[in-house]
C-alpha cells in the first residue's frame, strides 16, 4: 500500500521524525470506486477521518459531500470548496450555539437520536432537514459500535414525528453497521428497520425521503472492484427488498474507506531490547505510538502491516511500543507482532494502511513530543 | 477539591468551552508535603504530567528536580529556571540524537533498562550517570504498569557493570511501584531488589549510589498529612532494612501526586437521552471526553469525582460519554455514572483532580474539536 509516489517522496525528502504521508492519487481512486459500487448513492466524506485541506478540496473538486462532526469541520469543508448544501452536520450530540452558527454558515441537514436535540435544531437552525439515527447490532463488524449514537426504531418514529411538529423537515433516518463491517446482511438488517420508521410515519401523513447508510465500508475490499461492486449490488437489491419501487435517497459516509489505505506513517525504530536474557519475546520500540496518532490499535483492534527493509528474512515475535513513559503506550502485545531478526535500532519501518484516523488523533504534546506531521501528496 | 481560587476564578471569568483550571496553591501544598514525608529524598517532578510553564516556575523555585521523557520537556524544564544539574532524562526509550542534544543541553543523569541504551548514552554522552530501571510487580497498585520499563534485577546488574566498562558512572537503580500504589509493602519489595542490585556489583568494585523510587504516590493520602508522613516512615523503614546505615541517596519523581488534585476541568451537559423510551439509564454527553483530555478514563480505570450545581438531590445512574462521533468516546458505561436527576442540558460541572495528565493527552484536533485550554492561576 505504500505507492511509488509514497516511496519516491520518502527517499526525496528525507523527513526527520515520524510522519504520515497520503497519497492523492489513492484517495482519488477510491472516491470513484465508491461511485461505481454505489451509483445511486450520494457520497459524504466523513472529514473526521482525515481533514487534511488538500484531500477536501480533491474530494470537493470531485464533487463529493461531507459528513461533519463540528462547526470547525463545517468551515473547513467550506473552506475547501464545499457548498452549504453538501455539507452534513452527522454528530447526533451538538451545543445548540454550534448549531445556530451551522444554520448560519448556511447548513440544513442534521443528524438527531432523541427528542431534545430536536429541539434544539428546532430554535436555532428553524425548518432544517432532519434524519434520525437508528441503533444497530454491529454484529460482524471489526469495529462494532456502543449504543453511544441512535435510538431505537421505535423511539425514532417519535423522534421525527416530534420534529415534523416542530416545523423541520423530517427527513430520513441513519444508521451505521459497524466499521469494517463485512457481512452484507448487516445492512439487509439495517434497511429493514429504517423501511419500519417510513412505513409507520408514513400512515401518519409523514413521509421521509433519504436513508443515510453510513459508512463501514472495509477498506480492503475497494482495492479489489468486482468486490466493491458485490458490496453495492448486496446494498442494492437490500434496498429493493424493503422499499420496493419507491427507493429512497441515499447517502454513504465513507471515511476509513476514502483514505485508509492511501497514507503511510514512517517511523523509526528508537530500541530493541528484552527484559531478561532468555526472553524470547524482543520488545521494540518505535518513535511513534498510541499518544503520537495510532490511537487505534487501542485493545489491539487494528493490526497495520508494517514493512521494513529486512522483509522476506526470518522473523521473530515481539511486543511492538511507542516512545513515551506511558506504560499504556504499548501497541501489540497480547498478539505479539513477527518483525524481522536483522532489525536493528535506526531503521525506518512503514506503517501502512495509516491514512485514516492517526493525525487528528494525535496529543497535543504528550511527553513533549510534538504531533504526527502529515504530508498530502 | 475546586478550590475557592479555582470557583472565583470561574466565576470571573467564565471561559467559554471546556477547560482546565489549576491552582498553584494547591501544588506548593503538595511539593511541601513531599518534603516533610520524606525529608532525606530529592523530589524529580516528572514533568509529563503537565508541563504548564506556571507549574515548572513554581517548582523550579522551590528548589524541585525534574524528571523528563524528551528532550522538549528538558528544554521545558531549563526555561522554567531548572540548571540542567537538576534535571534527569528518564526515558528509557531515546533516540541517540536526543541523547546527543540533551548532553548538549548540559544533562548528565539518564534512565536505562538495557545494554543497547546504555551504548547509544556511552557514545552520545561520555561518562554521564546511569540508572537502570527494574521490573516491579506492580501489585497493589490501581494502574498496574506494563513490563514496558524495566529489566529483571538480574539483568540491571549486567548492565550497570557494562555502564561502567565504557566509562559511564554507574550510578543506581530505579523502579516504580505503579501508580496510585496503596500498598506499602511494594516499596519494601522494590528495595529489597534495589538492595541485591547495589550487593552483587558492591562484590565487583562498582558501588552504587542513588535508589530512584520513581512515583505512585496515591494522590488521595496528601491531603492527609498524617498518612503522607506515614508513607514515608514506612518507605524509610524499608531503606534502613535493606541498606542499613549505608543508606543510598534517593529519588523520588511525583506527577500526578503532585498536580493531580491541584486542578479542575469545567465542562458543560451537551445533551441528556435515553435510547429507548423504557431504558432506566441516561446518557449524558460532556463537551469533553476521552480525546479531549480525559485519556485515563481508558478502561474506567480512573474516575474522577464530578460535582454539580444540583448535587444533594436525588440521583440515578447515567453512561457519561464526550462530545466527539467515536463510539470509543465513552467515560463511564460499565460502571454507570450516579448524576442528579434534575441536571439539564446546558449545565456547568466540574471534574476533579484532572490537574494531571489531562491537557497533554488531549487530540490534537479530533472530530475539529480544539485541544484542552488550561488556566494556571
Redesign the interface.
Known amino acids: 500500500m505504500a505507492t511509488q509516489r509514497i516511496l519516491d517522496f520518502l527517499a526525496t525528502r528525507r523527513p526527520n521524525g515520524p510522519c504520515l504521508v497520503v497519497d492523492l492519487d489513492v484517495v482519488r481512486d477510491n472516491f470513484r470506486a465508491f461511485e461505481k459500487a454505489l451509483p445511486d448513492s450520494r457520497i459524504y466524506y466523513?472529514?473526521?477521518a482525515n481533514?487534511a485541506p488538500e484531500i477536501l478540496r480533491l474530494l470537493a473538486a470531485m464533487g463529493s459531500s461531507f459528513d461533519?462532526?463540528?462547526?470547525?469541520?463545517v468551515e473547513?469543508a467550506m473552506d475547501a470548496g464545499a457548498p452549504a448544501d453538501r455539507i452534513s452536520f452527522?454528530?447526533?450530540?451538538?451545543?445548540?450555539r454550534d448549531i445556530a452558527r451551522a444554520y448560519q454558515l448556511g447548513i440544513r441537514l442534521y443528524a438527531v437520536?432523541?427528542?431534545?436535540?430536536v429541539e434544539?435544531i428546532a430554535r436555532a437552525a428553524p425548518g432544517s432537514r432532519v434524519f434520525c439515527r437508528v441503533?444497530t447490532d454491529g454484529e460482524g463488524a471489526e469495529?462494532p459500535?456502543?449504543?453511544?449514537?441512535?435510538?431505537?426504531p421505535?423511539?425514532a418514529v417519535?423522534v421525527l414525528r416530534h420534529a415534523k411538529a416542530l416545523g423541520l423537515d423530517a427527513y430520513g433516518v441513519s444508521f451505521h453497521v459497524g466499521s469494517q463491517q463485512t457481512d452484507l446482511t448487516a445492512w439487509d438488517r439495517a434497511l429493514g428497520d429504517a423501511k419500519k420508521v417510513f412505513a409507520t410515519l408514513a400512515e401518519e401523513g409523514i413521509v421521509l425521503k433519504m436513508v443515510n447508510m453510513g459508512g463501514g465500508f472495509p477498506t480492503r475490499y475497494l482495492k479489489d472492484v468486482p468486490a466493491a461492486q458485490a458490496y453495492g449490488r448486496a446494498i442494492f437489491s437490500a434496498l429493493r427488498k424493503h422499499f420496493g419501487n419507491a427507493l429512497p435517497e441515499t447517502i454513504i459516509e465513507p471515511g476509513r474507506g476514502m483514505v485508509g489505505n492511501a497514507g503511510v506513517i514512517k517511523s523509526?525504530v528508537?530500541?530493541?531490547?528484552?527484559?531478561?536474557?532468555n526472553d524470547n519475546v524482543r520488545?521494540v520500540?518505535l518513535?511513534i505510538g498510541k499518544?503520537g496518532g495510532l490511537?487505534e490499535t487501542?485493545d489491539e483492534a487494528i493490526r497495520y502491516p508494517i514493512v521494513t527493509r529486512h522483509d522476506g528474512s526470518e522473523t521473530a515475535p515481539c511486543v511492538l511500543?511507542g516512545?513515551?513513559?506511558?506504560?499504556?503506550?504499548?501497541l501489540y502485545?497480547k498478539t505479539p507482532y513477527p518483525l524481522p531478526l536483522s532489525l536493528t535500532?535506526?531503521d525506518e519501518v512503514l506503517i501502512e494502511g495509516t491514512g485514516a484516523y492517526t493525525?487528528?488523533?494525535?496529543?497535543?504534546?504528550?511527553?513533549?513530543?510534538?504531533?504526527l506531521r502529515s504530508y498530502v501528496i
Not at 528508537?270 to 531478561?276: D, E, F, G
Request: glycine residues 6%; charged residues 25%; proline residues 4%.
Open positions: 466523513a472529514v473526521k481533514p461533519t462532526a463540528s462547526v470547525a469541520e473547513m452527522g454528530n447526533t450530540i451538538k451545543k445548540e437520536d432523541c427528542v431534545e436535540e434544539k441503533l469495529w459500535l456502543s449504543r453511544k449514537f441512535g435510538c431505537v421505535a423511539m417519535d523509526e528508537v530500541l530493541i531490547s528484552k527484559k531478561a536474557d520488545w520500540f518513535d499518544f490511537a487501542m511500543a516512545p513515551t513513559c506511558d506504560s499504556a503506550d504499548v502485545e535500532i535506526g493525525t487528528t488523533y494525535s496529543a497535543v504534546a504528550f511527553n513533549g513530543f510534538e504531533p
